[in-house]
T-cell receptor
């Protein structure tokens, strides 16, 4: 079946502009995560949605970052007033809550010039 | 919250030898421990996982061990092959969600495994 999809695959933006990244999780997956991965680095947790529970926003690095999720489907990660240090691959992952086994999307490579 | 430490950050082994990657976790409530493999330029993929009701799990050349008392778990790869070269991430979580918040997976920083021909 279809896996996790993300769009765009690549985004180049100028410093100070806002960007919106999209994630379409696997149908039926109630849990959705956003991670940031800088070049050659590990997975940095950003935010986690689980069903109707309040999202865990503890990983968002600043108030320039926000994320929304519509029900148990699409999620968008918004970065306002982008900075060069925001350049990274942003990975989305989803899972069935009962197994917690994650399926990752292909990522969005964000470059802030 | 959970804190996961992973060692080593880089591991180089000769083809055919075994590789061991170790992780420790801090939250005694954690009960699910997956391992992900990320090849260069690709997304992480689950390769094996273990739950706290077992101490070891094997899948062909890959095995994971869990010591709940010491709060550490390890990935073992035997008879390593060139295609095993990748970054490996361990993770931990409790599948018992608390209150109104949500507890997600916490990842280690990754181990870059290099298989020398």
């Amino acid at each position: 079946g279809a896996g996790v999809s993300q769009s765009p695959s690549n985004k180049v933006t100028e410093k100070g502009k806002d960007v919106e990244l999209r994630c379409d999780p696997i149908s039926g997956h109630t849990a959705l995560y956003w991670y940031r991965q800088r070049l050659g680095q590990g997975l940095e947790f950003l935010i986690y949605f689980q069903g109707n529970s309040a999202p865990d926003k503890s990983g968002l690095p600043s108030d320039r970052f926000s994320a929304e999720r519509t029900g148990e489907s699409v999620s968008t990660l918004t970065i306002q007033r982008t900075q060069q240090e925001d350049s990274a691959v942003y990975l989305c992952a989803s899972s069935l809550a009962s197994t917690a086994s994650l399926s990752f999307g292909p990522g969005t490579r964000l470059t802030v010039t | 919250g959970e804190n996961v430490e992973q060692h080593p950050s880089t591991l180089s082994v000769q083809e055919g030898d075994s590789a061991v990657i170790k992780c420790t976790y801090s939250d005694s409530a954690s009960n699910y421990f997956p391992w992900y493999k990320q090849e260069l330029g690709k997304r992480p993929q689950l390769i094996i996982d273990i739950r706290s009701n077992v101490g070891e799990k094997k899948d062909q050349r890959i095995a994971v061990t869990l010591n709940k008392t010491a709060k550490h778990f390890s990935l073992h790869i035997t008879e390593t092959q060139p295609e095993d070269s990748a970054v490996y991430f361990c993770a931990a979580t409790s599948t018992m969600y608390s209150g109104g918040g949500a507890d997600g997976l916490t990842f280690g920083k990754g181990t870059h495994l290099i298989i020398q021909p």
